[in-house]
């Protein structure tokens, strides 16, 4: 009985493990795995074996900015089991990611908890870190933005819910700065990607330079910017990033004035 009653508070429960094939992964990409639990030192009922993909962003409360964790996606890797005291059970474990998994660039982490659910015990849980590649498709992309003279200044995950996709309530905002050929026309160029299996929609944010007293006028009213939206689908992703790198020229090039 007593070592029942302190198992319920987490001292000599069951113990919970993800051991990963590799820890980098594209978004949309898919993790293996063996999930290697431990029995403590009494018998224990577990109701799920679960998995979240969880990140965080930034959200400004009353002037102030502040982290909060956001659940990417749930996987359930096991039903209703017992776990018997001081015994060791491994099973393999393989979901995919969502495309729209925030990429780790800057400060955006992303990582898995396991946790198991048992009933009227603290759930033992296990926190493993992802490095996240950018989504096939958006990689292209990215290549694009660069071989236009665009340079990566920041990544971050902000909270927009009138941007978001996918129920989330946040975006991942990446933030260039031109170096080359719009040095003297922009000051910025930010892009959040919505990859998915045929392709990939973008929204543009295209902030021009500030030229003259009506410059300074529209920058103050923040009406240099415009926002674009955009679809690539995989016929012209296939093309190469030279094609896409030309289109996103001709579309930028008409914000430039």
Known sequence: ?????????????????????????????????????TGGNVDQQVDDVYAYIQTQYIRERND????????????????KF??????H?????????????????????????????????VDPKDKD??????H????????????????LREVSCEYAPRYARGGYSFVQEFEFVPTTHYRGQLDELEIIFYPNENG??????I?????????????????????????FDRTQLSQGVHFIANELNHLIGRYTY
């Not at 017992?82 to 015994?87: D, E, F, S, Y």
């Not at 474990?93 to 659910?117: A, C, E, K, N, Y």
């Open 1 to 37: 009985m007593f070592n029942r009653i302190l198992a319920s508070v987490g001292i000599g429960s069951a113990k919970v493990d993800l051991m990963l094939d590799q820890d980098t992964v594209p978004a949309g990409g898919t993790i293996n795995g063996v999930v290697r639990i």
């Open 64 to 79: 102030h900015k502040m982290y909060e964790k956001a659940t990417i996606a749930k996987f359930l890797l096991a039903g």
């Open 82 to 87: 017992t776990i018997a005291a001081n015994q």
């Open 89 to 121: 059970y491994e099973f393999p474990v393989s979901f995919h990611l969502p495309p729209g998994t925030p990429v780790t660039m800057g400060r955006t982490p992303v990582w898995i908890q396991t946790g198991l659910d048992i009933k009227d015990a």
């Open 129 to 134: 870190y992802l490095h996240i590649l950018p």
């Open 136 to 151: 096939p498709h958006s990689s292209i992309i990215l290549q694009a933005v660069e071989q236009l003279g665009f340079r």
């Open 200 to 205: 990939v929609e973008l929204l543009l944010q």
């Open 207 to 231: 902030d021009r330079r500030a030229r003259g007293l009506t410059g300074l006028f529209m920058e103050a009213l923040d009406a240099d910017e415009s926002f674009v939206r955009v679809q």
